[in-house]
């Protein structure tokens, strides 16, 4: 982290997206996360994707728990209004807003605490519902925040800061967000930020319960010999099964002839996934197939990696509600309450 | 006994799931089309099939709406339930029973009893066993009406209403009924010590369940979004909600400009709320006791964020099987002070649904204005029972008060944004929704961890602006919370009595008691918490005040007492909380028993 803030000035030669945003625009307040914290990559992975992706950033809503990674989106985004909730019950927050208003979009940011210990309820209903929004697990497989106490997503067997081992058995988000019928389901490394962007892009571009599951090392209390979750093991264990590139709606009309190791997935806006396969028979559209890959691996000791699956025919909450296209929030009085007539014929209706 | 024409009381002691409910029902409702008030309670265990359940109506040409206590006409159709059912009896009542198996051994000699072969005559009739139990709830239908002089007309069209379009329904009903009728000529004794003879005593009242007009009053007040989970006695808060939304919320492509959701529990039934609170849709959830409990971390975090949220909590017993099936006001202080840290929420206490209805919007709009959480404190008394109440009532031209909200337009004109300011002095701060502007009035939402600009800060004095700020806000709240009702007895007093929400018609019926007996009191009924100044000058104003409540530990004394320090032995609480209505009976009998210890100063006119 650092103390001295970072100049307001923009220089000129910072290039503009198509809505006329710079970088600079896309981020926010100075972290106060610990230098080499992973949490502060995907940070800037998140500005990096919001940048490329031409959001205007008061379009977005940022969503958090608590902990260390929920305390991320004052870090990024700052001209998008945030919200860190209640611990482990972001997805009913972003859940709520996104009822209240289908036209923003929703980046839900959590760690694994938050989702997989304290908010493991709130986690499954959201994903099952198909709420419209990118949720982000900052997975470090620690407690940061009160030093240094496990998680439920630490390996079985791996040895905390103090040495202590823990004995219970991990949850992964990855394959219980299969298993719920999450419709976008990614892996990443918070150091692979060439990897990460790309994967964050094609979820905000995805319609419906978008999840990344990205390992992200903490340094104070988790980056020592005997933990799972560190820079140099997870560097040495990832198995990434493709890369990808998303290409807008509008570019899509220049032909890029597909070879063999290329499957393109068209989402519901028009925009285009083009994944490019690592692991010869992975399918990311199959998915039976990757909750079974991911379990094989994970025996295997390797952290599988890259867009896990996606359903090209997603439909997300709003739709299976069948609610009006009009955000919920701006509809006025005239559209909502049936007025004194009415009530009178109610009246007579109850005597 | 001291039933009369137009006044008694008819318990129905009944198996639940026999399908009873409707026929009982419509029992109240013939009456009250003859023009003459009454006010039924279900009385039903926490179960769906098999255990007992119960049906009282009380009669009251005087348009007595509480419960009366003790029964002149029990009809015993439970044998799990027949001692306790006959021990209920006042002595000269009747005891109406199925005669198809003998009456047993020992019966009390201070009763009359009159027996109906209900089984057999259904037997004899139908063949197929699930009409035999249905219609034999018609059959004693028929047979009261005749005892009692309820008009068959009354009856008949009823039936009619209630199977509107299944004439194959509505038929075998109709002859059920008759048949019932033509037996009861026949065989019995009529007419009875009292009976219904038409009136005009019910006016243009409508009857109506609380939960229903609560409901119904989401709709009216604009809400959007509906996230509840499944508890007694609230369920069919969001039910109603759901029902008039499909009525008068579907646009003409089928789409629905409104939101329910059955979250997986509470809390996430008000994580969501706060959600499309923070986003500008008006919201609520439907709740009791234990779902309250659930969602005070969530609550406290809406009181210091400043998140509109409206909570219906209809009160029951509680924990976990905490008589899910019967009424209190005990949550009063679980509302009031929900959370950690020093929090204060709005309490809106509706006597009927009449109120349950209005104060549903009013709710919404208090919850926008205050940007808090807003409870509406009904019972189970009020909620799942159909009373006798005003017509609903709503304003041509009201429109949704939405608060202190920017828009696109004020932020591009430069108003200056800071989402906790205090700019107009009354304690609430101007916000913006997300999206509004590319540029202007973004902020972060997080708990008290903040300045009045909404950044990050532990400092001592941000937090202690922030929350005198909210004090502030909370002053403010009492001129827009719904004012108590005074109404001051018939001659100059020194006493005097503050009651809320179910407790109110049998209050009025205590008042009246009291009242020929010579004793004089000054009413007041306290509708809203915080409670307004005008609450403490009626302490003041009066020697010695009875405060009546459904629950053990006068929690709305405690509130009384902490919110004015006002001496405590001023306020005497009497208290009702057996899980059944408070009556009359109880109220007077206290209150003249609370009168021997105390000596009554006469006040002069």
Known sequence: MTYIAKPKLHHPSLTRNRVGFTRRDYEGK???????????????????????????????????????????????????????????????????????????????????????????????????????????????????????????????????????????????????????????????????????????????????????????????????????????????????????????????????????????????????????????????????????????????????????????????????????????????TAALCPGAEVLEKLNASFR | MTASTNDFVIKFANVN??????????????????GVPVSPRNIFPSNIQGLPTWYEVRVSAAGHLGRRGGVDLMVAMNPQTWDADVREIEAGGYLFFDSTKPLPQGMRGDIEIIG??????????????????????????????????????????????????????????????????????????????????????????????????????????????????????????????????????????????????QAEDEIASIGMVVGAGWNGARAFTATSGPGVSLMTEFLGLAYFAEIPATIVNVQRGGPSTGMPTRTQQADILSCAWASHGDTQHVLLFPEDPHESFAFAADALDLADKL???????????????????????????????????????????????????????????????????????????????????????ERGPDYLDNVHRLKRKFETAKGLVPQPIIERAHRPTSLGVLYFGSTSPSMHEAAQRLAVDGLALNLMRIRAYPFPDTVRDFVLAHDHVFLIEQNRDAQLRTLLVHSFDVDPARVTPILHYDGTPITARFIAGAIRERLGAIAIREVAA
């Open chain 1, 30 to 332: 100075i972290s106060t996360l610990c230098a080499g914290c992973g949490h502060d990559s995907i940070s800037a992975s998140i500005v990096q994707a919001c940048w490329e992706l031409d959001v205007e950033p008061h379009r977005v809503a940022k969503l958090s728990g608590i902990g260390c990674s929920s305390k991320t989106p004052d870090y990024f985004l700052g001209q998008s209004h945030g919200f860190n909730t209640v611990h482990g019950r972001m997805p009913s927050v972003l859940t709520g807003a996104y009822l209240a208003n289908r036209d923003l979009l929703y980046l839900g940011v959590s760690g694994d605490g938050d989702s997989a210990s304290i908010g493991i309820g709130q986690f499954v209903h959201a994903m099952r519902r198909g709420v419209d929004m990118t949720y982000i697990v900052e997975n470090n497989g620690v407690y940061g925040l009160t030093k240094g106490q496990f998680s439920a997503t630490a390996d079985q067997g791996s040895r905390s800061k103090k040495g202590a081992e823990n004995t219970d058995s991990p949850v992964d988000l990855v394959s219980l967000a299969l298993q719920l019928g999450a419709s976008f389901v990614a892996r990443s490394f918070s150091g692979d930020k060439a990897q990460l962007v790309p994967l964050i892009k094609a979820a905000m571009k995805h319609r419906g319960a978008a999840f990344i599951d990205v390992i992200s090392p903490c340094v104070a209390f988790n980056n020592h010999g005997g933990s799972t979750k560190s820079y140099d093991y997870v560097r040495e264990h990832n198995d990434a099964v493709n890369r990808l590139d998303i290409i807008e709606g509008r570019a899509a009309i220049e032909v890029i002839q597909p070879d063999e190791g290329v499957i393109d997935v068209e989402q519901h806006d028009g925009s285009v996934i083009r994944l490019r396969k690592l692991e010869a028979d992975y399918d990311p559209r199959d998915r039976l197939r990757a909750m079974n890959f991911i379990a094989h691996h994970a025996a295997k000791g390797e952290v599988v990696t890259g867009l896990l699956f996606v359903d090209p025919e997603s439909r997300d909450f709003h739709s299976h509600l069948t609610t009006v296209q009009m955000p919920l929030n701006q509809l006025e």
């Open chain 2, 17 to 34: 799931g026999s399908g009873s409910a409707s026929a009982n029902e419509l029992f109240a409702k013939a009456i009250l089309r003859m």
């Open chain 2, 116 to 261: 109906m072969p209900l089984s057999a005559l259904c037997v004899k009739h139908y063949d197929d066993p699930r009409q035999r139990q249905l219609l034999k709830n018609v059959l004693y239908l028929g047979g009261l009406s005749m005892l009692l002089g309820i008009e068959p007309a009354v009856v008949e069209a009823l039936l009619s209403e209630q199977y509107k379009g299944k004439p194959q329904l509505a038929q075998p009903n109709i002859d059920a009924f008759r048949l019932g009728r033509t037996w009861a000529q026949d065989n019995l004794k009529f007419p009875l010590k009292f009976g219904v003879v038409r009136a005009d005593n019910v006016g243009d009242r409508i009857f109506i369940d609380g939960n229903s007009a609560a409901g119904l009053g989401c709709v009216y007040g604009g809400a959007t979004v509906c996230a509840w989970y499944p508890i007694t006695p609230s369920t069919s808060v969001a039910e109603a909600f759901e029902k008039y939304c499909h009525k008068f919320r579907i646009d003409a492509d089928g789409k629905r400009k409104f939101a329910i959701v």
């Open chain 2, 371 to 457: 940007q808090t959480p807003v409870f509406l404190m009904l019972d189970l008394d009020i909620g799942m029972n159909q009373r006798l109440c005003a017509p609903l009532q709503w304003n041509a031209g009201r429109t949704l008060q939405r608060g202190k909200v920017l828009d696109t337009e004020a932020l591009e004109g430069g108003v200056p944004f800071g989402r906790y300011r205090d700019v107009d002095g009354d304690g609430i701060a101007w916000r913006t929704y997300p999206g509004t502007h590319p540029v202007r009035g973004a902020y972060f939402t997080r708990g008290t961890t903040k300045d009045a600009d909404a950044r990050y800060s």
